[in-house]
């Protein structure tokens, strides 16, 4: 067989253990914390959750610099939990939902905003707003064997030094295992799929220079720099 072209290599994000973990697909959740629907808006009622995607090539490992993107004035950062998933599986109930998982990490959500909520006036899709490359960054992730409770702990953001974003993982109105049972309604999951668990509020906009740093009790922290506007 012979192909058009060779295809890109996977993305492989690092584990604390040394192995590496092969990215298959990214599913994130909207307005999972009630004091970020409120900041964006939104009843924080504990309506089901809902999912946008994106590509594994949006995933940044190991902290470093990040390019501003084209097309905005307004990239916002979001501090994310990250569930990393080792097993597979359809219609999971939430109480075996747990066994589904491989670990944990830290991690961004990096939204160009301002198309964003052009993107909400119209009804509109969100993709030119979220599925950006080098927008999900991705610490190390930590393999549940090492016994992280991603039911509680605090979250939070810090801009060049300044905490801007400042939670605990208890304020998730979906905890993991429910997010876990209700997405697999809807895809089979799969070995290498990462699930953005929702930001808390706080979130806010980012220029070139600016070092974001994401901390959660029990996780390697997240440190970027944004860059200059990427240029292709």
């Not at 905005?72 to 990393?84: G, I, R």
Request: overall charge negative; some cysteine; glycine content about 10%.
């Amino acid at each position: 067989m012979t192909l058009v072209f060779e295809p890109l290599p996977p993305v492989l994000a690092p584990v604390a253990d040394g192995k590496r973990f092969p990215v298959r697909r990214l599913f994130c959740v909207g307005r999972n914390y009630a004091d970020h629907a409120r900041e964006m808006g939104a009843d924080p009622d504990r309506e089901p959750p809902f999912f946008f995607t994106a590509w594994a090539e949006t995933v940044a490992t190991g902290g470093g610099t990040i390019a501003y993107p084209q097309k905005t004035s307004n990239y916002h950062y979001e501090a994310e939990l990250v569930v990393a998933i080792g097993k597979g599986g359809r219609n999971i109930p939430a109480d075996s939902a747990m066994e589904h998982v491989y670990g944990y990490a830290a991690g961004l959500d990096m939204t160009r905003r301002d198309l964003q909520a052009d993107a909400k006036a119209h009804g509109r899709p969100w993709d030119v707003a979220k599925n950006v490359e080098q927008s999900k960054p991705l610490g190390l992730i930590r393999p549940v064997s090492d016994g992280f409770d991603p039911a509680r702990g605090r979250i939070s953001l810090s801009v060049n030094g300044a905490v801007r974003q400042d939670a605990d993982l208890s304020d998730m109105i979906w905890p993991v295992a429910d997010v876990i049972a209700y997405l697999s309604g809807l895809y089979r999951v799969e070995p290498g799929d990462l699930i953005y668990t929702g930001t808390p509020a706080g979130v806010g906009a980012v220029v070139p220079g600016d070092v974001i740093e994401v901390a959660i009790d029990g996780l390697a922290p997240l440190s970027v720099t944004v860059g200059a506007p990427s240029g292709h």
